[in-house]
């Protein structure tokens, strides 16, 4: 099995910035890509970033050239940095590895609050 625990939610003017972490234990080599997805209320879990584990990174339109994800395999964490921030970012973000046999495993969520 894989944990993992984000961290780096917060309240945050618009055009702010923050990063949120993801730290993983348990079986990581198992691991074959890391997302992020937020969801806010009332609104289904959307994908905003992905990572493999080449390092190829892919983003929703909606946050292209403001969010920025990264990986430091010596800590075992993803990052999301989030920058020039509005208020429709406000959600619960999750971070989510994907296994090479394609079991999914999320975190508990961290809550991102922006305000116009």
């Known amino acids: 099995q894989v944990q993992l625990v984000e961290s780096g939610g917060g309240l945050v003017q618009a055009g702010g910035s923050l990063r949120l972490s993801c730290a993983a234990s348990?079986?990581?080599?198992?691991?074959?890509?890391m997302h992020w997805y937020r969801q806010a209320p009332g609104k289904q879990r959307e994908l905003v970033a992905s990572?493999?584990?080449?390092?190829?990174?892919n983003y929703a339109d909606s946050v292209k050239g403001r969010f920025t994800i990264s990986r430091d395999n010596a800590k075992n964490t993803v990052f999301l940095q989030m920058n020039s921030l509005e208020p429709e970012d406000t959600a619960v973000y999750y971070c989510?590895?994907?296994?090479?046999?394609?079991?999914?495993?999320w975190g508990q969520g961290t809550q991102v609050t922006v305000s116009s």
């Open positions: 348990g079986m990581i080599g198992s691991v074959n890509r």
């Open positions: 989510s590895a994907v296994t090479v046999t394609n079991t999914k495993y």
């Open positions: 990572i493999t584990r080449g390092d190829l990174t």
